[in-house]
């Protein structure tokens, strides 16, 4: 609760942003002891100081999407701020996780849909890419949006509609086992790794990476 309490205080302050410097020094070192509601107060102590501006970030999703690989990123996002727009095949319509049915309302249908009004796009793994890239609209939101240069965050299956958009030649990226000769056939270079960070493309492997993950994903937004 002080931790919180700080942070409206000082983001309160008509104060030169030096001030929040200090204080954000102070909340950096409590950070290491991984209290949740400091780690969210540091980041917004950030944000403050280089003047950034709170993020759109569209998140690509139908059903059977992996649970923890929507939930986990996207209460980090918004506990950071962050604004989130669900687009799928219907909009109004709801979908839900593969193994946990974590419901997901469908905000925007993807066909009416552009990439401008978004920051950041998270495709969510599971078996919601697979079913995803046989929509074209979908594939075509997702080739605009890597193609415009603004991040892509993707994790586990999520690179299955990447591929489908023809637009991994030359990448490097991660991504679930089961995908691996996938992703080189498509001419990408494939990294055994956590997380993989290639311009503006952010990926990982599974649900075990995605500490990681969203640790990357919250830095470039």
């Not at 003047?51 to 929507?70: C, H, N, P, R, W």
């Not at 030649?169 to 691996?180: E, M, V």
Request: charged share 20%; glycine share 8%.
């Amino acid at each position: 609760m002080f931790f919180k309490t700080g942070c409206i205080s000082i983001l309160s302050l008509q104060k030169p942003r030096l001030i929040c410097s200090y204080f954000f020094a102070t909340i950096l070192f409590l950070t290491y002891l991984n209290s949740a509601d400091t780690i969210v107060c540091s980041l917004k102590i950030q944000q403050f100081v280089k003047g950034g501006k709170m993020k759109q970030v569209a998140v690509l999703i139908t059903d059977l999407f992996e649970d923890s690989e929507y939930t986990e990123p996207v209460a980090a996002f918004k506990a950071s701020g962050h604004n989130i727009t669900h687009i799928g095949i219907k909009a109004g319509t709801e979908v839900k996780g593969k193994k946990e049915n974590t419901p997901v309302p469908i905000d925007k249908a993807v066909k009416d849909t552009g990439i401008e009004a978004f920051d950041a796009l998270l495709i969510p793994g599971g078996y919601s890419p697979d079913k995803l890239r046989v929509d074209a609209d979908a594939v075509k939101f997702a080739k605009d949006f890597l193609a415009s240069g603004k991040p892509v965050f993707t994790i586990c299956h999520g690179p299955q509609l990447l591929i489908t958009a023809d637009v991994l030649k030359g990448r490097t990226l991660t991504g679930y086992q089961s995908i691996i000769q996938d992703i080189k056939n498509a001419g990408a270079t494939f990294v055994n790794q956590e997380v993989v960070e290639d311009g503006n493309l952010i990926t990982s492997r599974n649900p075990n990476d995605l500490p990681a993950f969203i640790k990357s994903c919250l830095a470039r937004l």
